[in-house]
Each structure stands twice: as C-alpha cells, then as structure tokens.
C-alpha cells in the first residue's frame, strides 16, 4: 500500500535551518509529483512546495521562496524539503503529499521554531 | 493569485442530515479542485477531485459539484464519523490554494 513517512522535525532557533525528509513505498515513486503542506497549530492548511517527478520542475508558496528548497532521490524514494532562515510562523506539521491532486499524505512532522 | 472561500467556516448538524458545504474561487478554475476531509489529530483524506470524481473508497453519500468558480460537497446522510474539518482545494498553477476550512460539529 501506498505509504509516506515523514521525519525530521524537531524544535529549532529562529534563523537556523532543518531538513526533513519523506520516505516513500507502495509505489512507483519516480512516476509521481512530491508536494509538502503544513499547518500550523489550530489553524488550515498551506501548500508550500512541489517537485516533479524527475526533479526538473519546482514551485514554492510565496511565504517560502528563497528559503526552503524542495529536491529529491528517486534512487532512495525520498523527497526532502531543506528549511533555512527559519521563523516563528513557520512552526506547523509538515506533510507530504503524493500527486498532482494530493491523493495520499503521510503522517506529518512537526516543527517548532522557538527560542 | 486564486482565493479560495469555504462558507460556512461552521456548520451545527444531526446524525442523518443532508449538509452542503460552498467553496468560491475568485476566478474560473474550471473543475480544478479538490475536497479534502481531516479529522482532529490525523493528515487530511482525499474525498473528491476534478471537483466531482470520488476517491477510491469514500462512501457514496459524499458528492461534489460545480465548475467555474462556485463548487459544492454534500453529504447525503451525515454519520458520526463525519463530524469532521472539510477543505477544498485549487490545484492547477502555482500556488495552490485551500479554502480556510468548514468545521462540522455535531448540533
């Protein structure tokens, strides 16, 4: 079955910097668009990145551009999102989401920014 | 960039009622969208996309409608496990974007 396992959350300073990574199984990973979406506690949902299928193409919400990168290994069936800069607001549970229309997300991390 | 708006941001209902939720684009999106429903403590779960087509193994009583710029989720019958947060979803072109959220808490 289709599985996505985030990792790499954690409580981190303002201004430093976090990668987390989403190790992906139950299908052909190389075949399918990686998106990450976070939510900040209590609040909805934002879309924050998505990386093609073979790396070639990435888009960022406008709160992230310039700070977060998306990429990925299709040789590890791992999509990561290194985070630097990092602020307050960007404390929430990271999830990633597989397909164009999100159809299976995994469990989420969480990520705390305080000093 | 599209907005998404989910009217009503909360909706009271009864075991077995019939309840629309409305989500407006500010601009045509044709039937680019998708419903997503979250339960406290979990990731979302994908109900519907192409504003209409349901994802394998939701029950039938979830449906969705519209094009353009106004859509509608419905469920037909509600049940306990409903009682729940439902977005929607803008999915073609960058950035996407999701409605503010409707919870549906038991009346």
């Known amino acids: 079955q289709v599985q996505l396992v985030e990792s790499g959350g954690g409580v981190v300073q303002p201004g430093r910097s976090l990668r987390l990574s989403c190790a992906a199984s139950?299908?052909?990973?190389?075949?399918?668009?990686v998106h990450w979406v976070r939510q900040a506690p209590g609040k909805g949902l934002e879309w924050v990145a998505i990386?093609?299928?073979?790396?070639?193409?990435?888009h960022y919400a406008d709160s992230v551009k310039g700070r977060f990168t998306i990429s990925r290994d299709n040789s590890k069936n791992t999509v990561y999102l290194q985070m630097n800069s990092l602020r307050a607001e960007d404390t929430a549970m990271y999830y990633c989401?597989?397909?164009?229309?999100?159809?299976?997300w995994g469990q989420g991390t969480l990520v705390t920014v305080s000093s | 960039d599209i907005q998404m708006t989910q009217s009503p941001s909360t909706l009271s209902a009864s075991v077995g009622d019939r309840v629309t939720i409305t989500c407006r684009a500010s601009?045509?999106?044709?039937?680019?969208l998708a419903w997503y429903q979250q339960t406290p403590g979990k990731a979302p779960k994908l109900l519907i996309y192409k504003a209409s087509i349901l994802q394998s193994g939701v029950p039938s009583r979830f449906s969705g409608s519209g094009s353009g710029t106004e859509f509608t989720l419905t469920i037909s019958s509600l049940q306990p496990d409903d009682f729940a947060t439902y977005y929607c979803?803008?999915?073609?072109?960058?950035?996407?974007?999701f409605g503010q959220g409707t919870k549906l808490e038991i009346k």
């Open positions: 989401v597989r397909m164009r229309w999100l159809d299976y």
């Open positions: 979803l803008y999915y073609n072109g960058y950035p996407y974007t």
């Open positions: 990386i093609s299928y073979d790396g070639g193409n990435k």
């Open positions: 601009q045509s999106i044709s039937s680019w």
């Open positions: 139950g299908f052909t990973f190389s075949s399918y668009a």
